[in-house]
């Protein structure tokens, strides 16, 4: 293939990719699965060090830093949201708590995903005016998802934590 020339598939593989993990997720969105409100503080640690490790190890510029902090404040706007989208069970008798995915849920991911798609591809698709810094762009989208990550762990928690707190007092 002559330099210059786009290969379609090269963007078909990733779209495939993503379809089949979603479908394979909303095959799992269905089935109730026990919640262990406990454990909800791991991801958001891990990503914790995940990023600060990032950060560390390749300081971001001041400008990125900024565009970060505001990325973590959408992240974590998101996240609750998306917290709020999961369903949230207390079995009255054995006050075992489950959760179970929600669609809405399911198709915020699927925006979030086809709006970074479209960001990648904009720069690929020489739109004037747009470019990235991928450094930069990386570091904002690890500040979201910390955000995003944290929010959504910290709402499921206090709810789960309030209807447990109900189930026992009825």
Not at 118 to 126: D, I, K, P, V
């Given at each position: 293939m002559m330099q210059g020339q786009h290969n379609p598939l090269f963007n078909l593989i990733p779209i495939a990719i993503v379809l089949l993990v979603l479908a394979l997720r909303m095959r799992r969105l269905t089935r109730e699965r026990?919640?262990?409100?406990?454990?909800?503080?791991?991801?958001?640690?891990?990503?914790?060090?995940?990023?600060?490790?990032?950060?560390?190890s390749i300081p971001p510029a001041p400008m990125t830093w900024a565009i970060a902090a505001a990325a973590l404040l959408a992240g974590?706007?998101?996240?609750?949201?998306r917290g709020r989208m999961m369903h949230i069970k207390v079995d009255p008798e054995t006050h075992e708590?489950?959760?179970?995915?929600?669609?809405?849920a399911m198709a915020f991911i699927v925006v979030l995903i086809l709006i970074?798609?479209?960001?990648?591809?904009?720069?690929?698709?020489?739109?004037?005016?747009?470019?990235?810094?991928v450094m930069a762009m990386t570091d904002v989208l690890i500040?979201?998802?910390?955000?995003?990550?944290?929010?959504q762990r910290v709402e499921m928690f206090l709810r789960a934590?309030?209807?447990?707190?109900?189930a026992r007092a009825a």
């Open positions: 026990p919640l262990k409100v406990e454990w909800l503080w791991v991801v958001p640690a891990l990503y914790v060090a995940i990023a600060g490790f990032t950060f560390w974590a706007a998101l996240g609750w949201q708590i489950s959760q179970k995915g929600s669609l809405a970074r798609m479209g960001a990648r591809n904009a720069e690929s698709l020489g739109i004037p005016g747009m470019h990235f810094d500040a979201f998802a910390l955000g995003m990550l944290t929010m934590r309030r209807l447990l707190e109900a």
